[in-house]
């Protein structure tokens, strides 16, 4: 266990719907990123939060949103779904050290 | 332009054998950091090694070293006495230079699928 939790870990839904997906940080860290992994485009940044405000921006779509909440923990809502929206998407915090950003296990998303 | 290349699509390596994974980065910032995560077939992303801008030497965790060429900008992963558990995809990543409170995201690299044989 990493520390860091995500759920659901595997989500199918079908074209046009939405979904959340949530994510617990590693207890202290006040920074949470969410990645999207897709086999035709690796490892893609998309979105930073640091204690409750967005602090960076990646490649995240308009359809696409996030939040991170006074408990830290943080929501990432897919909307408007389209079958390429179909990857898994991390999340990871860190605290105020340079390095030690922890990964969760991920949300695997089909969209059918 | 590509903040990190990792140039090996895919290696093969024998069983208890050392490998190199290649690593390039592209930065203008003095101060920067270097990482190396593992994902195996699972999913999951595992930290490997971290190595600073700054740090003069290069950083080794166990099996693990990177050998930093900062002239080069390079940041190439050493595995030691590999083993068949070692048979993962690898992708190296950066942390550009901290810009206010708080850590940057990383950016990463396309990975290298690494193959031990038996």
């Known amino acids: 266990d990493s520390g860091v939790t995500q759920t659901p870990k595997h989500l199918i839904t079908a074209t046009g719907q939405r979904v959340t997906l949530r994510c617990s940080p590693r207890s202290g860290d006040l920074s949470v990123y969410w990645y999207q992994q897709s086999l035709d485009q690796g490892l893609q940044f998309l979105i930073q939060y640091y204690n409750g405000e967005e602090r960076a921006k990646g490649n995240i779509l308009e359809r696409f949103s996030a939040q991170q909440f006074p408990d830290l923990h943080s929501e990432l809502n897919l909307s408007s779904l389209e079958l390429g929206d179909s990857a898994l998407y991390f999340c990871?915090?860190?605290?105020?050290?340079?390095?030690?950003?922890?990964f969760g296990s991920g949300t695997r998303l089909t969209v059918v | 332009a590509q903040k990190i290349t990792q140039t090996q699509p895919g290696m093969f390596v024998q069983e208890k054998e050392a490998v190199t994974l290649d690593c390039t980065y592209d930065?203008?910032?003095?101060?920067?950091?270097l990482f190396w995560y593992k994902q195996p077939s699972s999913g999951e992303m595992i930290f490997l090694i971290y190595q600073g801008s700054y740090d003069e030497q290069n950083a080794t965790e166990g099996r693990y070293s990177l050998n930093f060429q900062k002239a080069r900008k390079s940041a190439n992963l050493v595995i030691s006495a590999s083993q068949l558990g070692d048979s993962a995809m690898y992708f190296c990543a950066m942390r550009e230079g901290l810009r206010g409170t708080g850590a940057n995201n990383l950016f990463f690299g396309t990975g290298t699928r690494l193959t031990v044989i038996p």
């Open positions: 990871a915090s860190s605290g105020r050290q340079e390095y030690g950003y922890t």
């Open positions: 930065t203008s910032d003095q101060s920067y950091g």
